[in-house]
């Protein structure tokens, strides 16, 4: 079980660049979340897929931010015309359930210039 | 609203000595409860959680909390600390009723001296 995986590690943008984050959750974990970590917000919840089927995006900045969840085995997170307020580090869950543990990856360290 | 505090950004502690990291919760009902811990550039790792019953849980390396519900809290602690516990930890919570959202607190950065 190689854990939940996300690429890049870290990806850097000019401002006004699109950039597409990845993210494998465990095999047979059905709940799959996103957030984003900066040092002033802290953990800011998303969006999430339960099934692959998207459940609430109330977290995502609504013009920009997309998210997908095409097959149980990956999902994607795309920010179109990057801002430097963008830029943090952006973490994927997955889960059993919507109340089990939550399983993260590394991360991915989005910087736009 | 629902909200996870904890109320200690920064704690240092020696190697060796003991440690309490609060957490204060504020939800209606009662919450499954978790601490996280995310060393530098990882994602967080599960120490333990609480759903219900005991209200001391033991988790991984010597870690434990305490559940209180009169006091709204879920301290975590350590009888003796080593240099590779200094990261950062995370109080969580989640409502017991289908709600899928996790309240996360802001963490609190451990650094373990020697």
Same mark, same amino acid.
């Given at each position: 079980n190689?854990g939940?995986?996300q690429?890049p +590690?870290?990806?850097?943008? &000019?401002k006004?660049?699109e950039a597409?984050?990845w993210c494998?959750?465990i #095999? &047979?974990h059905?709940?799959?979340?996103?957030?984003?970590q900066t @040092?002033?917000?802290?953990?800011e919840f998303?969006?999430?897929? +339960?099934n692959q089927?998207? @459940?609430?995006? =109330?977290g995502?900045?609504k013009e920009?931010?997309s998210?997908q969840?095409?097959?149980q085995?990956h999902?994607?997170l795309?920010?179109q015309?990057?801002?430097?307020q963008?830029s943090?580090?952006?973490l994927?869950? #997955? #889960?059993? &359930? =919507?109340?089990n543990?939550?399983y993260f990856?590394?991360?991915?360290?989005l910087?736009?210039? | 609203?629902?909200s996870?505090?904890?109320?200690?950004? +920064?704690?240092?502690?020696?190697e060796g000595a003991?440690?309490?990291l609060r957490?204060?919760?504020s939800y209606? &009902?009662t919450?499954?409860l978790?601490w996280?811990?995310?060393y530098?550039?990882q994602?967080l790792?599960? %120490? %333990?959680?609480?759903y219900s019953?005991?209200?001391?849980?033991?988790g991984v390396?010597g870690?434990e909390?305490?559940f =209180?519900?009169?006091d709204?809290?879920?301290h975590? +602690?350590?009888a003796?600390?080593?240099?590779?516990? #200094?990261?950062?930890y995370?109080?969580?919570? =989640?409502?017991?009723? /289908?709600n899928?959202?996790?309240?996360?607190g802001? /963490?609190?950065r451990?650094k373990? @001296?020697a």
């Amino acid at each position: 079980n190689a854990g939940v995986i996300q690429t890049p +590690r870290h990806k850097v943008t &000019g401002k006004g660049q699109e950039a597409t984050l990845w993210c494998e959750p465990i #095999s &047979g974990h059905s709940a799959v979340f996103w957030y984003r970590q900066t @040092i002033v917000q802290g953990l800011e919840f998303l969006t999430y897929f +339960r099934n692959q089927a998207p @459940i609430d995006d =109330s977290g995502m900045p609504k013009e920009r931010f997309s998210a997908q969840m095409p097959n149980q085995s990956h999902s994607t997170l795309k920010i179109q015309s990057t801002q430097p307020q963008d830029s943090a580090v952006y973490l994927c869950a #997955s #889960s059993l &359930g =919507s109340q089990n543990t939550l399983y993260f990856g590394a991360g991915t360290r989005l910087s736009v210039l | 609203a629902q909200s996870v505090t904890q109320p200690d950004a +920064r704690v240092t502690v020696s190697e060796g000595a003991s440690l309490q990291l609060r957490c204060k919760y504020s939800y209606s &009902g009662t919450p499954y409860l978790f601490w996280y811990v995310q060393y530098q550039r990882q994602g967080l790792q599960l %120490l %333990l959680k609480y759903y219900s019953g005991d209200p001391v849980v033991q988790g991984v390396n010597g870690f434990e909390a305490e559940f =209180s519900k009169s006091d709204s809290s879920f301290h975590l +602690r350590k009888a003796s600390v080593h240099w590779s516990d #200094s990261a950062v930890y995370f109080c969580a919570a =989640s409502i017991n009723t /289908g709600n899928y959202k996790y309240v996360f607190g802001a /963490g609190t950065r451990l650094k373990v @001296i020697a």
